[in-house]
């Protein structure tokens, strides 16, 4: 009963892809129907599978070309069913196109009656041998020809009978110039030579020609691939970008419209500047875009040459006086006529730049050359880079502003996932590979793991996924059949993630003390999941508030438990990274204006996908007139918005300076709504600490040891918390060490040199009381 059903659903799934085939010539979903095929037997499915791989063979031929691996595919319809018309039929009109070069080898030296007899003799000889390999090879592809069946060659008999012909015709032809080549050789070796055989190749070889040209005129020749297509429709095939795409077909019809309006012999005064800026995130098509612009430039006469010299600063920034004048020339002179891109050119100009750093001194050059005598509107240049680092660097630099007007200035948005799948779809089938559903699916979870902030890289990183896929699918191979070599599924593109130690759950559980606060973080991730699992199930979801304030002296275990809930929250699904980036006023805080705001934004941006912590986060309230706190601040909750779910804030400090910051600004305030106070340790806590960090270096204390300390800590509490029981310890073992090698009867490790006594315990308090821990 169930494998009656299942031949149903099969005779079902055949019947659909059937007919897709025939409506639209091709399947849409090649991975589907693939993957469907890999599960069919060969034995037991052999008729169903060899049709469903005739129809993904002649999809692909329909939709690439009929290249290697539709060849393939049909040679295993052929071993899976012998009798399949649709791969017979095809393998024979492939056959019969692949025959197109058959008389390509058919290329003599010249032959001359004035040679000395060295030079005829070594043109005989490669006479005879390119006649004889000629001849080889021709009489089995006349075998091949004379060999096809009816069926075969229905729709071309005529030209089958033609082509036949000349092969046979060429055949004898060969042959008599084989022979003919032969005689002469001897003849010239011999003491009488003769031109009767020179002759006689002169006249075969001619004939050769003309049957040559005939058998190539049969053949329709198709457009190679690497021949260059028009911009505009390059730009049409590039996926996404259509408003990029809008543009520059704009400025195509102005730039063909100026030509025009030159043409009739009208005068453009002003004429519009080449030189664009490119701005947007890496991988979004900025160096392909140039490119295209050079080509745009080219066809409609507006420059000479289409080639693009690309550069960036280390080729261009010189290391001393002088060579960056003279690498700025070079590039510029290599460009003349073309275009000279330059990429992150923002980078020219870098923060804090000093008097040995020449970036401004390339900047300088470039506008000079661009606007001379020597050079000026002899090319273009193209400038590209993220979109706020361009605008800044362009801001800075009045002189190089000018020469690129607003109207030249193209921003390339990020891809969406449609758009990037259809890319790693792309990038598949450049490499002969298909996408399985299961693939398609992790790959647009990679590909959101990736998109984290500005540096995601787009198209490039897709890429870069699927080239990981295809070595995974090649590093892992153990059955090597058809499909291990043509599609891509689901767990070739999971990546291998190296698990940690300790689940985050048990890190946080295995925390000296601090009970309210584990089970606050505890609440808080409950609270998280069962918000996602409300709308996985299609029901409202409470908005979910992550910013936190952890308020309590130091040492209490603050950035400890941040870490943790980092991971938790990338555990959940929350945080892509789940790093701990953490960050002091030094960090943030600038010490010139405009500055500060670029600095925080840079350690957000290292931040995006995890936890920013910023500790002793009340430093951040200005001090006096000159202190840029506040720009720190209000740049912090601007991004804060901006990110939104892509960044967890914790501000940590003392309970009432970290209130007072909260109060400084009301947007800060309203961001943070979860509060974790650390209470200081207590003895016992305290104790247990030391204990647990000594085991970790295979130290115990002796009984006496923890009864003095646990006393001392009751009765003369020394604050510093968990940071300073660990420093106590280090110093204890290095006062133990001390102890027992200048008693010079340590010979070797015993169960003394594994305890820490009181007498170290007494030596590392006594530093605590001077100050020096």
Known sequence: MEQQRRKSEDKVHSEKWELEFKKDGFIHDEGAL?????????????????????????????????????LTWMEKVLHIDPTNQRAKQYLASHKWKGMEGAFAELTFPPLRETDNRAAKRK???????????????????????????????RGFEEQYQVLTSLLEEAVKEAASLLKAAEEYEQSISGVFHTSVHYEEMKLRLKHLGELKELWEKEFIQEVKKNEEENPLTELKNLIGLESVKERVNRYYQFLKYQKKRKDLGFQTKDALSLNMILTGNPGTGKTTIARLLAKIYYQLGALPRSEVIEADRSQLVGAYVGL??????????????????????????????????????????????????????????????????????????????????????????????????????????????????????????????????????????????????????????????????????????????????????EQLQSLIGLENVKQEVRSLISFVKMQQLRQEKGLQAVPIQLHSV???????????????????????????RGHLMVGSRADFVAGYVGQTAIKTKKKIREALGGVLFIDEAYSLLSQG????????????????????????????????????????????????????????????????????????????????????????????????????????????IQAQAFRLMESDSMQELTEEAMSLDKEDLVHALEKVKKGEL
Request: hydrophobic share 35%; net charge negative.
């Open 34 to 70: 693939l993957t469907y095929i890999k599960d069919l037997s060969d034995e037991e499915d052999q008729t169903e599978k060899a049709d469903l791989l005739a129809i993904a063979a002649l999809s692909r031929s329909k939709q690439t070309g009929n290249d290697a691996v539709v």
């Open 550 to 576: 952890f308020t309590g002296n130091p040492g209490t275990g603050k950035t400890t438990v941040a870490k943790i809930y980092a991971e938790l929250l990338k555990e959940c699904g929350i945080l892509k």
């Open 123 to 153: 043109t005989a000889e490669q006479f005879i041998q390119i006649c004889q390999k000629f001849l080889d090879n021709t009489e089995k592809q006349l075998e091949q020809l004379q060999g096809l069946h009816a069926k075969e060659i």
């Open 324 to 505: 960056t004048e003279e690498n700025v020339r070079k590039f510029v002179e290599t460009a003349l006529g073309g275009v000279l891109f330059i990429d992150e050119a923002y980078s020219l100009k870098r923060e804090g730049q000093t008097g040995n750093d020449y970036g401004q001194t390339a900047i300088d050059t470039l506008v000079s050359l661009m606007t001379g005598q020597e050079y000026g509107d002899q090319f273009a240049v193209i400038l590209a880079g993220y979109p706020e680092e361009m605008r800044q660097f362009l801001d800075a630099n009045p002189g190089l502003r000018s020469r690129f007007p607003n109207s030249n200035i193209i921003h390339l948005p990020d891809y969406n996932d449609n758009e990037l799948l259809q890319i790693g779809e792309q990038a598949a089938t450049d490499n002969d590979y298909v996408l399985s559903e299961g693939a398609k699916t992790e790959l647009l979870n990679r590909i959101e793991r990736e998109r984290v902030d500005d540096t995601f890289g787009n198209a490039r990183t897709v890429r870069n996924i699927v080239q990981d896929a295809i070595f995974k699918k090649g590093s892992n191979a153990v059955n090597e059949d058809l499909f291990s070599y043509s599609l891509l599924e689901k767990e070739d593109f999971v990546r291998d993630e190296v698990q940690p130690n300790q689940d985050a759950k």
């Open 625 to 732: 007139n000159g202190d840029f706190g506040k720009e720190v601040i209000d740049t912090l909750v601007d991004e804060m918005t901006r990110h939104n779910e892509n960044l967890v804030v914790i501000l940590a400090g003392y309970p009432d300076e970290m209130n007072e910051l909260l109060e400084s600004n009301p947007g800060l305030r309203s961001r943070f709504k979860k509060f974790f106070h650390f209470p200081d340790y207590t003895a016992s806590e305290l104790l247990e600490i030391m204990e647990g960090y000594a085991a970790s270096y295979q130290y115990q204390l002796t009984e006496a040891a923890r009864n003095f300390i646990l006393h001392h800590l009751e009765t003369e509490p020394i604050g510093g918390n968990g940071r300073l029981a660990s420093n106590l310890i280090n110093e204890a």
